[in-house]
């Protein structure tokens, strides 16, 4: 036993000698680390454009000024969300009641879309109406409405003479997406502990879900919160059918996720009349700083770069009442972003004449819907929904401790009714329903739609007008001719038998190093080979593995990174947060998709960069290498958008391990590290397959190509 360990030792340490031999990128002395260069380089064009949107609120002087910015941010997050569906029959049905003390509940199902159906729990007073009406969106509970700080709230405004209807959102409580329809299971695993699933089918946290289903609304040029939205806003529509809830009198107060909700609810729908939005609110910069890029529904396409920051979602509704809750301590929303984002917005309701209509609420708590908050969103829904200041307790005050703990706290959010008794569809999962669409089946019709659209268009111009289309849809500024931007440094080489190995550095762009290994036979064949690993450069450079095998044939070969893969990766631990679904990079891929930058345009460039020093390296005549292109993995998708932007570049393109369309990404309930891959909107322009036709489907091949989750496909496909 001891041998083996010993001889276990020795091959790691060997197999760790040989990757520190094959780096390339060394730290450099007060500088960046190669793991961090992606990030840096990200939040610096993050940093300028948030400048820039300081500058430009910092021109507004007066009232004129005021409306046309909140026009221009309705209009660009309607138009980033995808717009909104038709109003279609809400369908709505009341299917059972409870009794609560000094209050009742009401379990409603209705259709915010076509056999796409959202369950909920209205809570009234027991005195007669009409009432005004809180519609309450839940955060990221995976039990949803029947969480119980959401009950908590709904109850307290209830017993104040307010009606509240609390919600399932997709991807929790009774409308999960990603059911298990073959087993059973009692548990699933959030960050630090296994938790309870609200039903045997669920699989995934709703975090998991959401993110999920987002990547797909991506290549579609929509957002997962417009799903999200939609069905508040139909929920709003349900509440004024009512001829018991007063239809010009609605609030909405909503907790972390709800309250990013409500903070688009109340931006966009005029009929909320007061808002409470509850540990969200903070400044896109803190956010950044301190937590990173969140859920996919809390990320819009571009919003930084137009100027769109987490005050915007006030000033949108101003001047319209509104409270902010937040907590002192809450780590992932931080307070100080929230006390700037406060600032900025009573200036802009002053402009307007009415700084009293926004506030801020700072409890001395963590994250969550706490006693305080819920007190607070109360007041001000009965303040402004019933004209009336009422100091309103959830529970008698000298009946606290002093200090209260947070152990405290939470045992006074525990909920009246367990998940069971909130249950509006009969099997507890409305996914479970006869003829019930998922978003995956939605998004699926909706890309069938844009398909017969864009094979039309596509058909109808030319291959420059192809070919430019695609560079606007990925945000590349390859240019069609061979000149582009970079420098190159030689670090050293490596003598191995029968070829060298060079070390070269390319920085394509300030900000972005990029390493690579020129490995250099004997006698060149005149042949030379860029080498693209979606893992590193290091994965088949070991001796008597793949690369060897093409420089023993008189191969030059380029093994080379591009930014985000081998030494330049994250370091994000692709465990936490659901992240081992999407990729170490998640977090950085939506930093850039908020500035409007997409992973697979920047590498692009990258793999355009490498070209061009590979077509001029080591010639032996005046003319250019012909470049094979190997792309694996990761790699594979920015390959081919490469080659179909400079097909002349390459002799061959080979592309292996990697999928064929982006519509198997819209379709498929589950899958795995396809975060980088998406583009926002490119399935309205064109697919993967349209791109190889543009690189040359004569010299184009896919080598076992894989589904969305990584997994072998059995044919191979040109």
Same mark, same amino acid.
């Given at each position: 036993m001891k041998r083996m360990i010993f001889a276990l030792m020795l091959t790691i340490a060997a197999q760790a000698r040989a990757d520190d031999e094959l780096r390339v990128l060394a730290p450099?002395?007060?500088g960046v680390a190669p793991g961090n260069l992606l990030e840096v380089y990200l939040k610096q064009q993050f940093y300028q454009?948030?400048?820039?949107?300081?500058? +430009?609120?910092?021109?507004?002087?007066?009232?004129?000024?005021? =409306?046309? !910015?909140?026009?221009?941010?309705?209009e660009f997050f309607v138009r980033q969300l995808g717009g909104f569906p038709q109003? %279609?029959?809400?369908? +709505?049905?009341?299917?059972?009641?409870?009794n609560g003390e000094d209050y009742r509940v009401e379990k409603v199902i209705f259709a915010s879309r076509p056999d796409h159906h959202v369950t909920a729990n209205l809570y009234l007073p027991k005195s007669p109406g009409p009432y005004p009406a809180v519609l309450v969106p839940c955060g990221h509970s995976h039990d949803g409405k029947a969480a119980g700080g959401y009950q908590r709230v709904s109850i307290l405004l209830a017993k104040n003479g307010m009606a509240a209807l609390c919600y399932d959102p997709i991807g929790q409580g009774e409308r999960y997406q990603m059911l298990d329809f073959e087993h059973d299971h009692e548990h699933f695993k959030s960050v630090s502990r296994p938790l309870p699933v609200p039903h045997p089918r669920v699989q995934y946290l709703c975090t998991v879900e959401h993110t999920t289903m987002g990547l797909g609304c991506i290549l579609l040029g929509t957002n997962i919160a417009q799903y999200r939205i939609w069905d508040g806003m139909r929920a709003i529509d349900y509440l004024q059918s009512r001829d018991d809830i007063i239809a010009d009198k609605i609030g909405c107060t909503g907790n972390s996720g709800g309250g990013t909700l409500t903070a688009y609810l109340m931006a966009l729908d005029e009929r909320i009349v007061a808002a409470a /939005?509850?540990?969200?609110?903070?400044?896109?910069? =803190?956010?950044?700083?301190?937590?990173? +890029?969140?859920?996919?529904?809390?990320?819009?396409?571009?919003?930084?770069?137009?100027?769109?920051?987490?005050?915007?979602?006030?000033m949108m509704r101003a001047p319209k009442p509104t409270l902010i809750c937040a907590g002192t301590r809450d780590v992932t929303f931080d307070i100080e972003g929230t006390w700037d984002l406060f600032r900025q917005s009573k200036r802009f309701y002053s402009r307007l004449g009415y700084p009293e209509r926004v506030e801020l609420n700072e409890a001395d708590v963590p994250h969550g819907f706490y006693l305080q908050q819920r007190e607070a969103a109360a007041r001000w829904m009965h303040r402004w929904l019933l004209g009336k200041d009422k100091v309103i307790q959830e529970v008698d005050p000298d009946s606290l401790p002093d200090p209260i703990s947070d152990e405290q706290l939470r045992a006074l959010s525990a909920g009246d009714w367990t998940q069971e008794q909130l249950y509006c569809s009969p099997e507890g999962q409305v996914l479970l329903m006869p003829g019930e669409k998922s978003v995956f089946q939605i998004n699926a019709e909706?890309?069938?739609?844009?398909?017969?659209?864009? %094979?039309?268009? !596509?058909?109808?111009?030319?291959?420059?007008?192809?070919?430019?289309?695609?560079?606007? @849809?990925?945000?590349?500024?390859? /240019?069609?001719?061979? &000149?582009?931007?970079?420098?190159?440094?030689?670090?050293?080489?490596?003598?191995?038998?029968?070829?060298?190995?060079?070390?070269?550095?390319?920085?394509?762009?300030?900000?972005?190093?990029?390493?690579?290994? &020129?490995?250099?036979?004997?006698?060149?064949?005149?042949?030379?080979?860029?080498?693209?690993?979606?893992?590193?450069?290091?994965?088949?450079?070991?001796?008597?593995?793949?690369?060897?095998?093409?420089?023993?044939?008189?191969q030059l070969v380029l093994a080379a990174e591009l930014r985000g893969i081998g030494e330049t990766e994250t370091g994000h631990d692709k465990q936490d947060y659901g992240r081992g679904r999407f990729g170490r990079d998640v977090q950085e891929m939506f930093l850039a998709y908020l500035i409007g930058r997409s992973y697979v345009g920047?590498? @692009?460039?990258?793999? &355009?960069? !490498?070209?061009?020093?590979?077509?001029?390296?080591?010639?032996?005549?005046?003319?250019?290498?012909?470049?094979?292109?190997?792309?694996?993995?990761? +790699?594979?998708?920015?390959?081919?958008?490469?080659?179909?932007?400079?097909?002349? =570049?390459?002799?061959?393109?080979r592309l292996r391990n990697t999928i064929r369309s982006w519509s198997e990404v819209v379709r498929t309930p589950e899958t795995l590290d396809q975060a980088v891959n998406v583009v926002h909107g490119a399935l309205q322009h064109y697919d993967l397959t349209d791109l190889i036709d543009l690189a040359g489907a004569d010299k184009t091949l896919l080598e076992e190509p894989v589904d969305v989750l990584g997994e072998p496909l059995r044919e191979k496909a040109k």
């Open positions: 450099q002395p007060g454009q948030l400048d820039a949107r300081t500058a +430009a609120f910092e021109q507004l002087k007066g009232p004129a000024d005021c =409306r046309a !910015w909140q026009q221009q941010r309705r109003r %279609t029959p809400l369908e +709505a049905r009341v299917v059972g009641h409870l /939005p509850a540990c969200y609110l903070t400044t896109f910069r =803190r956010l950044i700083d301190t937590q990173g +890029a969140q859920d996919a529904e809390q990320n819009i396409f571009g919003q930084i770069a137009f100027g769109l920051d987490e005050p915007d979602y006030v909706i890309e069938q739609q844009l398909q017969a659209k864009r %094979t039309a268009a !596509w058909q109808a111009i030319s291959v420059a007008q192809r070919q430019e289309l695609v560079r606007k @849809t990925i945000g590349s500024s390859i /240019p069609q001719s061979n &000149a582009t931007g970079g420098s190159i440094e030689s670090v050293g080489t490596i003598q191995r038998e029968g070829y060298t190995i060079e070390k070269l550095v390319l920085t394509p762009e300030a900000g972005i190093r990029l390493p690579a290994l &020129a490995f250099m036979p004997t006698k060149l064949s005149g042949q030379a080979c860029l080498y693209l690993h979606g893992i590193s450069m290091q994965a088949d450079a070991a001796p008597g593995g793949a690369i060897e095998t093409l420089v023993k044939q008189g920047m590498r @692009t460039e990258d793999v &355009a960069s !490498w070209t061009r020093f590979l077509s001029e390296y080591q010639t032996t005549s005046d003319q250019p290498n012909q470049i094979q292109l190997i792309a694996i993995g990761e +790699a594979a998708v920015p390959a081919l958008h490469a080659a179909a932007l400079q097909p002349d =570049r390459f002799a061959s393109v």
